[in-house]
């Protein structure tokens, strides 16, 4: 088809190859070391300058970061996450007004057990992590995907956001901080934005009991994940039918593993390190995976969906370009891990093919990357304020984002379902009809006790909830694809019998009041 | 062993849905195909009865199926509709007079009126003369411009209530994609509206019934019932960008076939944030259509050709509005820069 | 062995411009060791049939995405795609979906 009411010509024309000058752009002194965008050359020295002073830009603008706060960076190991590392150890370490003024511990996930890497291959990774962690003298968290099998169900509710500092301004905490004269130490058990008697230390007290994973960072030997959870993340995985859905089954758990830590060492904020580049191609990605609703959340600078916890992404501004230049010319050390999508061909996954797409689009059209990127600046947070009071069932059990599911009947989603109802046999002539979403509170689940048994915590229902009705779009995709829905982490099972029943009980309250007003 | 139908469970399977998986036979294929379009009329409320509707006829495989189904429809759930084919000779030698000898066809099939308006009698140009003029690496926006007004002015002299185009689920997703490749919120936010209704003078409403019917049922529903449709690429169509984004939605529909379904989804449910400017929508000072400057995009390009300074319409050039309107000669300089050279 | 076979294969929704413009095609295969695939007979389409654009009508060692297959008239996702065992006398069709609207 061609361009049909649109015009797009404008805009998307070729840049030709600029003329590059040798000199600096910036000194004009130096001879450049590299372009950083079209016709922009930077000598080292500005480009470092630029680069540090783009870090405490980002965190300036937004003054989401208080000072004195415990922050936990999310480091992979990867080039984005590592290079945001050594830029906090840079700006606590820098002696000038613009010392950043927060406190900062640092989480890796071994994702390992899901990727298919051996127990040594695992442990050398992160001894190799380790060495680079140590040497930043931040407290470290080393977790085990394994672990989400001992998550409490807790994890998948939004606490409310703590208020921090006097009256939650940016402002107040900053003078606050200054009064008390805290020189910010690295120590873990300083809080000092944290209200007393407020409900979510309770919480936080409460699953620091819970967990299983405490890691003091003094300590260097992580035990590995046993062998019954290993076998429990295997059975797990395998039973997902498709890549695309694997990879967001990974990220979902790891957000959850993350944010679990956050909460347990009382961290306030996390800081993960995407890219403007890894964000571009998250952004068109998560379109393709029906995720558009919480475009927001997922891509911008702040991601409030957790309430409590807040994750920001300081990182956004840099293009993986920059980041590699960064690292090689000042020497961040990175460690390569391999990730589900190492080596798969191009069309593996809806994300996979994504990334080698936008790769390939920002080859021949250079602002491909920056353009899509802007996009997300346009677009509404989802988790607003207003959606506060809408109650946790409102809220997807897997991504946490509020549920796009209830749109009218005249959309994608109300199609959908047409096309399946209408690709079936009548009712009437089908197999024994399901009771609905409660069907599974009713049901003898010997064949999914049988199936599981001695790989889950003695806490098991014994019973699968038929999660639909509580996940989002994209996450019912996610779930179809999964086989065996029995064999995800008890946490988000017993959650979701949770859940079930409330609405159930509320179904029941409302039928009973709409035959109060009746009479 | 041949795979069996899952709705009836007798005849045998001819396709596998790419919408939810499920492999019909092909008679419950045709059910399924019209009925799904007839609820997305009934959702979206899309016609009223006595209404005159115009399904705007390219002679392609999707304005074909669409006619089709229509009266299919109209006959069986009696909309009680006035249905019509409306027809844009844009004047290419070789592509719209073969594809207009598809849509007589089918109106002598459908037993329905056809009406053609052409480039020629509405601006004075067909598209091959502007090809001649402009090159081509633009003709396109001219093509797209004009095709529009076409069809409105078309549609406004038959006195018609609506137009419907044959805009499939994969065209809605596609142009999701490219709205969000280029950046532009404004038509992000809109193009998945399944109507556009005629705010100001000279736009009449437009619908898509076809929005979440994939391209691949489309195609079989055509070649399954037989159905006599043109199949050749516009002869100036080059548009390299938007290749890029319809191979990589069908490669997204190769690893997750409900990935058309799921971008639209996306594109349905975005919430841009408030304080976003986006522009105000008023009406062309010379033509009266819908614009959100002084002078309409079609008003500029046609300015352009007749002042043999193509790039007046492309491109953005709002400052010589009132120079346009007032019929004054631009200097030598702004005409430099407008000239076809650098094409 | 496998004897020679003979398949009727059409071209259509503007795929046919990659063939000369020619929709229908009576094309014998060669007799082989073992039966014919789909997968062998894109190869041996590409090197006797194809006049253009190879690109166009094959990725990879399958379609691109976009053509649609019926094999007897049934799509070919219900008949094992690449690995169908052809029969002497089928009819293989291959629709463009990427053109005009």
């Known amino acids: 088809m061609c361009e049909i009411d649109e015009n797009y010509g404008d805009i998307l024309e070729k840049s030709t190859i600029p003329c590059v000058s040798q000199m600096c752009m910036k000194c004009k002194s130096n001879s450049a070391a590299l372009i950083i965008r ?109 672990q989400v099998f001992s998550l409490p169900g807790s994890v998948l509710e939004a606490a409310s956001p703590t208020p921090t500092g006097t009256d939650g301004s940016y402002k107040g905490a900053v003078d606050q901080y200054i009064r008390k004269g805290s020189t910010g130490g690295a120590g873990p058990s300083e809080e000092p934005t944290q209200p007393r008697g407020h409900p979510v230390l309770d919480v936080q007290q409460h699953l620091a009991q819970l967990s299983t994973m405490e890691v003091p960072s003094s300590q260097h030997s992580q035990e590995m994940p046993s062998s019954q959870q290993s076998q429990a993340l295997e059975m797990l995985f395998s039973s997902v039918r498709t890549l695309t859905a694997r990879e967001d089954l990974l990220m979902t758990l790891r957000h959850h593993l993350i944010v679990h830590t956050a909460r347990t060492q009382s961290y306030a904020k996390v800081m993960m390190g995407d890219s403007c580049s890894r964000l571009a191609v998250k952004l068109l990605g998560n379109i393709a995976l029906g995720r558009g609703a919480s475009l927001a959340t997922d891509t911008g600078f702040s991601d409030p969906r957790h309430g409590d916890i807040m994750l920001v992404r300081p990182m956004r501004d840099y293009t993986s370009k920059e980041i590699a230049f960064y690292n090689r010319m000042f020497g961040v050390a990175s460690v390569f891990i391999p990730s589900l999508d190492t080596k798969v061909s191009e069309k593996a996954s809806i994300q996979h093919l994504t990334e080698s797409f936008v790769t390939r689009l920002q080859t021949d059209f250079p602002s491909t990357v920056s353009t899509i990127y802007r996009t997300s600046e346009k677009l509404q947070t989802a988790c607003g304020p207003q959606d506060r009071d809408a109650g946790l069932t409102a809220r997807c059990l897997l991504c946490m984002c509020p549920l796009d599911t209830t749109s009218d009947k005249s959309s994608a989603f109300h199609a959908t379902l047409v096309s399946e ?14 009771q609905g979403c409660l069907s599974s509170t009713g049901r003898q689940g010997k064949d999914c006790g049988a199936l599981t048994d001695g790989c889950c915590s003695s806490d098991r ?24 829905v029995d064999s995800l982490p008890p946490y988000i099972l017993t959650e979701a019998t949770r859940r079930m029943q409330r609405s159930q009980m509320r179904e029941e309250i409302a039928e009973f009041l709409l035959e109060e007003d009746d009479g | 062993m041949p795979v069996v139908c899952s709705c009836c469970a007798q005849a045998r399977a ?180 399944i109507c556009t209704s005629g705010e100001g003078e000279g736009a009449v409403p437009r619908c898509k019934p076809l929005k979440y019917a994939y391209e691949k049922e489309i195609v079989l529903y055509a070649y399954f019932k037989r159905l006599d449709y043109f199949s050749t690429e516009c002869i100036y169509s080059p548009n390299a960008y938007r290749g890029h984004a319809r191979a990589f939605l069908k490669d997204l529909e190769a690893v997750r076939p409900s990935a058309i379904m799921d971008v639209i989804h996306s594109g349905e449910n975005l919430s841009v944030r408030e304080g976003v400017r986006m522009p105000v929508q008023g009406t062309c000072n010379r033509c009266g259509y819908i614009s959100s400057q002084a002078l309409c995009k079609s008003c500029m390009l046609l300015e352009g050709l007749n002042r043999g300074l193509p790039r007046l319409g492309i491109g953005k050039h709002h400052r010589l509005h009132g120079k346009i309107l007032a019929q004054q000669p631009l200097t030598l300089d702004e005409e430099r820069k407008l000239k076809a050279v650098d094409f | ?84 065992l052809l029969q002497d006398q089928d009819n293989v069709v291959f629709i463009s979906t990427l053109h005009g609207g």
């Open chain 1, 38 to 146: 079209a016709g922009d050359a930077f000598c080292r020295g500005c480009f470092k300058e630029y680069f540090v002073h783009k870090f405490r830009a980002m965190l300036g603008k937004n003054r989401l970061i208080f000072p004195g706060e415990k922050v936990l960076l999310a480091v992979s190991g990867g080039p984005a996450s590592s290079s945001m590392l050594a830029q906090v150890q840079q700006g606590l370490s820098q002696d000038t007004p613009k010392k950043l003024r927060f406190v900062p511990g640092i989480v890796y996930i071994d994702e390992g057990g899901a990727t298919g890497q051996s127990m040594e291959e695992r442990q050398m990774a992160i001894a190799q992590l380790k060495s680079i962690f140590q040497a930043t003298g931040f407290p470290i968290h080393i977790v085990h995907l394994e």
């Open chain 1, 421 to 434: 109802k209408l690709s079936q046999k009548l009712p009437s002539e089908a197999a024994p009809p399901k």
């Open chain 1, 461 to 484: 229902t014994g019973r699968v909830p038929e999660l639909g009705s509580l996940l989002c779009y994209s996450c019912r995709l996610t779930i179809k694809d999964t086989a065996a």
């Open chain 2, 14 to 193: 001819m396709l596998k849905r790419p919408k939810t998986g499920h492999s019909l036979c092909r008679e419950c294929f045709f059910w399924a195909f019209e009925e799904e379009v007839h609820e997305t009329i009934v959702s979206a409320s899309l016609f009223t009865r006595g209404e005159t509707v115009a399904i705007g006829a390219s002679g392609g495989k999707d304005s074909t199926v669409l006619a089709h189904v229509l009266k299919v429809l109209n006959d069986r759930h009696h909309y009680g509709l006035k249905l019509l084919l409306l027809s844009v000779d844009e004047g290419i030698t070789g592509y719209r007079d073969d594809s207009l000898e598809t849509v007589r066809r089918n109106q002598r099939q459908y037993e329905l009126p056809l009406k053609i308006v052409s480039y020629e009698e509405l601006y004075g140009w067909t598209m091959d003369a502007i090809v001649k003029q402009v090159g081509l690496k633009n003709n396109c926006t001219f093509c797209g411009v004009f095709r529009r007004q076409a069809l409105d002015r078309g549609a406004m002299m038959l006195k018609v209530d609506k137009i419907c185009t044959g805009h499939n689920a994969d065209d809605i997703a596609e142009t999701v994609l490219m709205n969000v490749l280029r950046g532009d919120i404004a038509r992000l936010r809109r193009c998945t509206a």
């Open chain 3, 1 to 84: 062995m496998a004897a020679s076979i003979v398949v009727h294969l059409e071209f259509g929704g503007g795929a046919e411009l990659l063939f000369a413009g020619v929709r229908n095609h009576q094309v014998t295969l060669p007799s082989q060791s073992q039966p014919w695939t789909m997968k062998q007979l894109l190869v041996w389409i590409r090197a006797n049939l194809l006049k253009e654009r190879p690109e166009l009508f094959l990725q990879g060692d399958t379609v691109r995405p976009g053509i649609l297959v019926l094999i007897n008239d049934a799509d070919w996702e219900l008949m094992g795609e690449l690995s169908y």
